[in-house]
């Protein structure tokens, strides 16, 4: 089943001798439950197409649908409230609030929507995430993949429709990258969690299902399943 759909991708920044084409006609799809990289130099689009993918910006022009709507139908409050329940955003700098311990930064998502926590889900989640022990842990008593697996956590917590990850190994050494993606690959197998993962690692690309290439804002392989 189709979970995403990207037609007609354009973002131009600036105009005349300043204009700067980030994306250039971009189309793919992913089936629920794949798990994409996208990979590219510094500057190719890709971190661009995640933010648009997950409504943090808009499109020149060009659609994109999840689960069936275009997220650029709706306004402003609407994409908000439709990004926190229908996206996971997991970023390279963890972006955990310093005043909240490991268990209340994976439920904020659900507090911010006044959605009931459920414990046993929470607890199955920490369980999950290898974070039984530090749940009570604040951001700043947590080592670096620690802090990323709280993050992805957060990201997991809702349920969401898809899991956008922007190079989410980016800060962290070897060993910890190899625990986060094993992580993201665990969630997606056995929780059936739609992923797209940005990194400039091919090594870590190589956990993902298919590998999209982007150069210079077009896809340059990886556009068909």
Known sequence: MEILRVENLTKIYGKGTTKVVALDNISFSVEKGEFIAIVGASGSGKSTLLHLIGGVDRPTSGKVYIDG??????????LAIFRRRQIGLIYQFYNLIPILNVEENITLPLALDN????????NNMLKLLGLQDRKNHLPNELSGGQQQRT???????TNPALILADEPTGNLDSKSSDEIVSLLRKSNKE?????IMITHNM???KYADRIIKIEDGKIASGENS
């Open 191 to 195: 929780l059936n969690q739609t992923i």
């Open 115 to 122: 959605r009931k926590i459920d414990n046993i889900e929470v």
């Open 151 to 157: 993050s992805i956590g957060r990201a997991l917590i």
């Open 203 to 205: 090594e870590i690309a």
């Open 69 to 78: 709507k275009n997220i650029f139908d709706f306004d402003d409050d609407k």
